[in-house]
T-cell receptor, first 116, second 112 residues
Framework: NAGVMQNPRHLVRRRGQEARLRCSPMKGHSHVYWYRQLPEEGLKFMVYLQKENIIDESGMPKERFSAEFPKEGPSILRIQQVVRGDSAAYFC??????????????FGSGTQLSVL | AQTVTQSQPEMSVQEAETVTLSCTYDTSESNYYLFWYKQPPSRQMILVIRQEAYKQQNATENRFSVNFQKAAKSFSLKISDSQLGDTAMYFCAFMKAEKLVFGKGTKLTVNP
């Protein structure tokens, strides 16, 4: 059973371009979470999705950021018109059910986004 | 709002010795989970240990154990018989309502 797969591992974008980060959860997992890690910081929650639904996006910036988890295919975190402050490591995590019910969370290796 | 504080930005320990990493948190919740994650240079987030707040017994996983003091809102990690492979960033985290709140981390170096 492969772990949580994130790609690309590194992504370089120029200011104003779009960044698309992909996350394939573990097999059988229908809950996906996105976190962002700025340099020298811990991870910060961005969004929680189940298949085809956004459950909690309280950590997402109001503009330029969006996330989806379609019925088929990976979850996508999309950042439009990137700025230098978006440079960070973006982590995806998945679980088979709600983590508040004692389900374990599994993290991917992250995508390092660098904005030039 | 929940916050997690790790007061030791960096620590070092000799191989085979014991080290304790500190973590305090602030919450008004009564039922929650606490975690320690390890992040080696590969960037992978690895779960080290988990504690349910309603359990008084401290969690243990092989060489890793916690000292959970609920009243003091303290959750320290003890690593026994430290190994070179334990060198990493260690993050303390609090979970409530599907969200993890992380501290800023402690960089642990195990010296040969």
């Amino acid at each position: 059973n492969a772990g949580v797969m994130q790609n690309p591992r590194h992504l370089v974008r120029r200011r104003g371009q779009e960044a698309r980060l992909r996350c394939s959860p573990m097999k059988g997992h229908s809950h996906v979470y996105w976190y962002r890690q700025l340099p020298e910081e811990g991870l910060k929650f961005m969004v929680y999705l189940q298949k085809e639904n956004i459950i909690d996006e309280s950590g997402m910036p109001k503009e330029r950021f969006s996330a989806e988890f379609p019925k088929e295919g990976p979850s996508i975190l999309r950042i439009q018109q990137v700025v230098r402050g978006d440079s960070a490591a973006y982590f995806c995590a998945s679980s088979p059910g709600r983590t508040s019910t004692n389900e374990k969370l599994f993290f991917g290796s992250g995508t390092q986004l660098s904005v030039l | 709002a929940q916050t997690v504080t790790q007061s030791q930005p960096e620590m070092s320990v000799q191989e085979a010795e014991t080290v304790t990493l500190s973590c305090t948190y602030d919450t008004s919740e009564s039922n929650y989970y606490l975690f320690w994650y390890k992040q080696p240079p590969s960037r992978q987030m690895i779960l080290v240990i988990r504690q349910e707040a309603y359990k008084q017994q401290n969690a243990t996983e092989n060489r890793f154990s916690v000292n959970f003091q609920k009243a003091a809102k303290s959750f320290s990690l003890k690593i026994s018989d430290s190994q070179l492979g334990d060198t990493a960033m260690y993050f303390c985290a609090f979970m409530k309502a599907e969200k993890l709140v992380f501290g800023k981390g402690t960089k642990l170096t195990v010296n040969p």
